[in-house]
């Protein structure tokens, strides 16, 4: 069994108490008891902040070492969603952590603008979509009643598929009486992988044309690397960030504070609660609009554990592709604190 620091100190404290109580008692008279008391009481409380030092540095190491993903996301576009993502991940980094940054906005991209990672590896993400063997097929509809998608229909005993619909369920061969479906592989995108300087990078991109995103998130989000996981979801509230925030275990919702940024983040705040994952709040540009996001947080009981001011440096820093963390001081130490909030949030 291992204990936590609160813990260790109610221990030491009544381990100091019955020390003192018995050389009290024991302690020679014409010594003065009480001198025994106090050395003794000295010696034991210096022991007692040692152990619960100690025991607190146990407890954060532990807590270091554990796995932990988080996912930025935000209810709609240019928040600065990616911005935190990309800064959190390079703190973290800098800061002694293994981090792996994932992009999972594969439809576009942009986390690799920031950390300007080598790419080392490419792998392509297929999606299984079904081929009707004519020979076999009776034309029954049985594959084009399963698809929820629209991908295969049957037409006058004549079954049409349309692969770019196609999620690769495989529910249409698995109906098929006559086994006349096989799934055949179809690439839809590809998986780039590397080092943006100490932070494992890895992102998607999705094909030109292609309609289903989800798989290639589901990819990237399936083994990912390091002690700390950092996905940029895609902005909204669909499918793909559905699929990037269920794979991780705190969320960071990026909002401003103007009218839009509170629909979108009451948006993001509903699928939140719907997935019923832990989540935090991060207001940027916090010193413009209103306080209608500050308020709104405040009533339904979310936290904020950080506020990114308007700056012309964040600005210039962002526009010329850097990351804010190196350009603007005390940037990278917001993102810290955060951070640390995330993992008091998730030892509770
Ligand atoms: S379920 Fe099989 S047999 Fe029936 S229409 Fe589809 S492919 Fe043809
Ligand atoms: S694999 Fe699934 S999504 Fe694709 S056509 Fe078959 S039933 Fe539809």
């Known amino acids: 069994?291992?204990?936590?620091?609160?813990?260790?100190?109610?221990?030491?404290?009544?381990?100091?108490?019955?020390?003192?109580?018995?050389?009290?008692?024991?302690?020679?008279?014409?010594?003065?008891?009480?001198?025994?008391?106090?050395?003794?009481?000295?010696?034991?409380?210096?022991?007692?902040?040692?152990?619960?030092?100690?025991?607190?540095?146990?407890?954060?190491?532990?807590?270091?070492?554990?796995?932990?993903?988080?996912?930025?996301?935000?209810?709609?576009?240019?928040?600065?969603?990616?911005?935190?993502?990309?800064?959190?991940?390079?703190?973290?980094?800098?800061?002694?952590?293994?981090?792996?940054?994932?992009?999972?906005?594969v439809e576009e991209p942009n986390g690799h603008i920031f950390l300007k990672p080598d790419i080392e590896r490419v792998r392509t993400v297929g999606v299984p979509t079904p081929e009707v063997d004519r020979e076999l097929c009776t034309g029954c509809g049985e594959c084009g009643e399963m698809c929820q998608y629209g991908a295969i229909a049957v037409v006058k005993k004549m079954v049409l598929t349309f692969p770019t619909l196609c999620n690769g369920c495989g529910g249409c061969a698995l109906v098929c009486p006559e086994d006349a479906i096989t799934e055949i592989p179809r690439e839809i995108g590809v998986i780039e992988e590397g080092m943006a300087g100490k932070v494992r990078f890895s992102h998607g991109v999705l094909n030109v044309g292609e309609a289903r995103a989800v798989p290639i998130i589901r990819e990237l989000t399936r083994k990912p690397l390091g002690k700390t996981v950092i996905f940029d979801a895609p902005p909204g509230t669909s499918c793909p960030v559905v699929e990037s925030v269920r794979s991780s275990d705190y969320t960071v919702l990026v909002t401003e504070p103007t009218p839009f940024g509170l629909n979108d983040l009451e948006l993001a705040v509903g699928m939140m609660r719907e997935l019923t994952k832990p989540f935090a709040v991060v207001i940027n540009r916090a010193d413009t609009g209103d306080d209608r996001v500050k308020d709104y947080c405040a009533k339904q009981g979310i936290h904020v554990p950080l506020e990114i001011p308007d700056s012309r440096e964040i600005a210039e820093a962002y526009s010329r592709g850097e990351l804010i963390a190196e350009a603007v001081q005390g940037y990278g130490e917001g993102l810290m604190k955060l951070h640390d909030f995330i993992g008091q949030e998730l030892q509770k």
């Open 1 to 105: 069994m291992r204990l936590h620091t609160l813990e260790w100190v109610v221990v030491a404290v009544v381990a100091w108490a019955a020390a003192v109580e018995w050389v009290a008692a024991r302690a020679p008279a014409e010594a003065g008891g009480w001198v025994w008391a106090v050395v003794v009481a000295a010696v034991s409380a210096l022991a007692m902040v040692v152990v619960a030092d100690a025991a607190a540095a146990d407890e954060d190491a532990r807590r270091r070492s554990r796995l932990i993903r988080i996912t930025v996301a935000s209810g709609k576009g240019g928040t600065g969603k990616t911005t935190v993502a990309a800064n959190l991940a390079y703190v973290l980094a800098q800061n002694g952590g293994d981090v792996h940054f994932v992009d999972c906005d």
